[in-house]
């Protein structure tokens, strides 16, 4: 019986080739890292691009992104008020209109406030700016450095121009949004119809953005879209209640040392806070050159505790805890991602860096972990969970 011959083996075996990304094999004196490398390379380009065209694209578009945004903001406010009315049999519409006119009344009554006590101080706050200058003065033109008025008024002019030049890209982002009062209108427009739109009808307004997608990624982008409007949802609460602790805490503390205008500071803290990090920082320093100018040095070093003191809780207590678990973004991503939106965008950039940092990276993750690839549950079986998305 004859025996079929094997081939002979070869002694090594090569690896097979690696294709290059256009699916071409590169050249052989080409290392597999340095095909990999490339492969990755060309991807990070392409990934960077479309992100820099989005970016400048929303730039361009500013005049009707900012006040969508804005509306999204005040409408992951207002829908959880709305659903809870309408759970306790309020007509539909009758709790979309208290929401809205009650959100309204609340904010036209705090810058109402802020408006009416800044009026009446007004010529106070002007008389002790100039005596404390005046005083200022004195002091440096009997000090040792032997400074002259000349020169006290060149520094004086100097401090000023770096400040307005420091704070330029603050204002251009500010007044980008419109040059003039026909845009800030404009804007004020879009943002009311697209708040009564999303409490009317989210739902079926994301349900008609998800049908955009082609049919097998409907599951994965109306799941991630759920979890990052829950995301968005939990920001708008905590940042409140993180705004409020410092308006309170910086309020009390210049009514304890006996500053003018308590009502403002504690209404500009509140505001402020919005932006993370640098928003309280900010407006707490307003407190403190008013305690300066009211009250005199004892007093604003005293002042100036209270802003630390009221920020070292919120960095070390709230920031974290709070926050923290309900954004679930670390402290450094906030601190990045404020500087960069401050930069690209100023005060808006500012505002919006962390709740879309927060968004992108729930949705991404979302998507990455693969949920959405179970199975749908089997008919008959009933599903309890709410949709974030439901009105």
Do not use: C
């Amino acid at each position: 019986m004859m025996r079929r011959s094997r081939p002979p083996r070869s002694p090594v075996e090569t690896p097979p080739p690696v294709a290059s990304a256009f699916g071409a094999v590169p050249d052989p004196s080409v290392s597999r890292g340095m095909v990999i490398a490339g492969a990755w390379s060309w991807r990070i380009l392409v990934v960077v691009g479309a992100v820099a065209v989005f970016v400048w694209l929303v730039i361009q578009l500013r005049i009707i992104v900012i006040p969508f945004m804005v509306a999204l903001l005040i409408s992951a406010l207002l829908v959880p008020f709305s659903s809870w009315l309408q759970r306790h049999r309020w007509p539909k519409w009758v709790a979309v209109v208290v929401s809205l006119v009650g959100f309204l009344v609340i904010v036209a009554g705090l810058f109402y406030a802020v408006v009416v006590q800044i009026i009446d101080g007004a010529p106070e706050l002007r008389d002790r700016t100039i005596a404390s200058y005046a005083q200022l003065r004195d002091l440096l033109l009997a000090s040792p450095l032997q400074l002259t008025e000349a020169q006290i008024n060149g520094y004086l002019r100097d401090a000023l121009a770096a400040l307005q030049q420091d704070s330029q890209p603050l204002l251009q982002g500010a007044l980008s949004i419109g040059s003039t009062a026909g845009h800030i209108a404009a804007g004020l427009v879009l943002m009311l119809f697209a708040t009564i739109f999303i409490l009317v009808g989210g739902s079926d307004i994301w349900h008609w953005v998800v049908g955009l997608f082609p049919s097998k990624a409907r599951r994965a982008i109306d799941g991630a879209g759920s979890a990052g409007w829950l995301t968005l949802t939990n920001f708008v609460k905590v940042q409140i209640f993180v705004a409020f602790v410092d308006a309170v805490g910086i309020g009390l503390g210049a009514l304890f040392l006996g500053l003018p205008l308590v009502v403002p500071i504690a209404i500009a803290v509140f505001l402020g806070s919005f932006v993370p990090v640098v928003g309280a920082v900010a407006t707490g320093a307003v407190a403190v050159v008013i305690a300066l100018v009211y009250n005199g040095w004892v007093v604003a070093l005293l002042m100036l505790a209270v802003v630390i003191l009221v920020q070292q809780i919120e960095g070390h207590l709230l920031q974290p805890f709070v926050m923290g678990s309900a954004v679930k973004v670390h402290p450094l991503a906030v601190v990045f991602a404020v500087a960069a939106g401050t930069l690209l965008a100023g005060i808006p950039g500012a505002l919006f860096a962390v709740p879309v940092v927060a968004v992108l990276n729930v949705m991404i993750t979302y998507v990455a972990r693969g949920a959405w690839r179970e199975p749908v549950p089997a008919a008959g079986v009933v599903v309890t969970e709410r949709r974030a998305t439901d009105v």
